[in-house]
């Protein structure tokens, strides 16, 4: 572990309604492991050997809502209709009897689905003005009866997965997905009220945030993500300045959110000059909140080589110094964990137990063999 404590990754963390018994979340990632649309229970099971791996909290992969253009992929869960929610229940349910706490990532595609993806195969992509990325159409461009309906598909999404026993909620802002193109003004070109200034392109979030609020209560924790970058676009930015990162978190923040994941790929990289701060640093710092990190922990390298979707190389398990460094100096107060504790079920009790020599390596044959 090198010169760095460990001791406050496995202190105990509270805000609001949730109590976490330490510090580490594992992060969402998408498996397309759900048939149907509805996990089963080798989900369940997968997400319980997390909880019996020490896991703080357990945060699902993207788990569409009902709105009928969410869906971008076959296999992935939805989080409506009987089956469905009955799945997630049997996933809540084996997560709690092993110890664990657990969040679903709530999650709407936009402009990234493709028309023959189910449920309906016929639903073209929705999104703020029919764009993928700058200059690339795809879909329709959303009317006020389409936000209307996606606000509501969000908030009875999160009030289906508090009456199942969620213990809090991940709205997914982030990477270029449908709450993001609202934030990014290269694929929000409306001239309405939801595009043009950050403000008004942060609105559609806004409402999303404030409904999902007045259906839960005020104790159910909001857990909001969100990233500079964008699939589409590696080195985009919504927030050129710590200035406009402010606006930016404060309107959300006013709104509701209880816990900011910020989401970058490598999360010892500083986001602004003059300052070593990470994204989480900077949501911290300006905002006050509890703040996830998150971007290649405990991996020597990125998930992707530029502009490639290729996950077939290996990141070799790397020494967490800085990133304890970054904790022990309260620049945020959790940390996710992706591919490392995807090969790795135990990863969090050899980091506590100090054997990091027997972590796994990400590789294309540690998927192939995913447990």
């Known amino acids: 572990m090198g010169n760095h404590n460990a001791d406050k ?26 048939p149907d649309y509805i996990p089963t229970k080798d989900v369940a099971d997968y997400y319980r050997r997390r909880a019996e791996g020490n896991v703080g909290l357990i945060i699902t992969e993207g788990t569409f809502i009902s709105h009928k253009a969410a869906n971008g992929y076959e296999r992935v869960p939805a989080i409506y209709g009987e089956q469905a929610l009955a799945g997630w229940k049997h996933v809540v349910d084996e997560v709690h009897a092993a110890g664990g706490k657990i969040a679903p990532q709530l999650w709407h595609v936009g402009s990234v689905r493709k028309e023959g993806i189910g449920p309906d195969k016929s639903v073209p992509a929705y999104s703020p003005s029919g764009l993928f990325k700058p200059g690339a159409e795809n879909g329709v461009a959303m009317s006020q009866e389409d936000i209307n309906e996606v606000v509501a598909s969000f908030a009875q999404a999160a009030l289906d997965a508090k009456n199942i026993g969620f213990d809090a909620i991940e709205v997914h802002g982030a990477h270029g997905y449908l709450v993001d193109q609202f934030f990014w003004e290269g694929t929000n070109q409306r001239t309405d009220g939801y595009g043009g200034s950050l403000e008004k392109r942060a609105r559609f979030a806004i409402e999303i945030i404030e409904a999902i609020r ?77 703040v996830i990190t998150v971007g290649s922990v405990g991996l020597d390298s990125d998930f992707t080589g530029e502009g490639s979707k290729d996950l077939s190389g290996t990141s070799n398990p790397t020494s967490i110094d800085g990133l304890l460094a970054r904790l022990n100096n309260d620049e945020f107060d959790l940390v996710a964990i992706g591919r490392a504790l995807l090969v790795d079920a135990q990863w969090v009790n050899k980091i506590r137990d100090k054997k990091e020599g027997e972590i796994s390596p990400f590789n294309k044959e540690a998927l192939m063999k995913l447990s």
């Open 9 to 34: 990754l496995f202190e105990s963390f509270s805000t609001g309604g949730l109590t976490l018994k330490n510090r580490t979340v594992m992060a969402p990632m998408t498996r397309t492991f759900s």
């Open 214 to 290: 007045a259906a839960v209560g005020v104790d159910f924790p909001i857990i909001f993500r969100f990233s500079q970058w964008k699939q589409q676009d590696y080195n985009a930015k919504l927030c050129q300045t710590p200035e406009e990162l402010d606006t930016f978190l404060t309107l959300l923040s006013n709104a509701g959110v209880d816990i900011f994941h910020a989401s970058t790929r490598r999360f010892w990289l500083a986001e602004f000059e003059g300052s070593d701060l990470n994204l989480a640093g900077w949501t911290k710092k300006l905002t006050n909140k509890p």
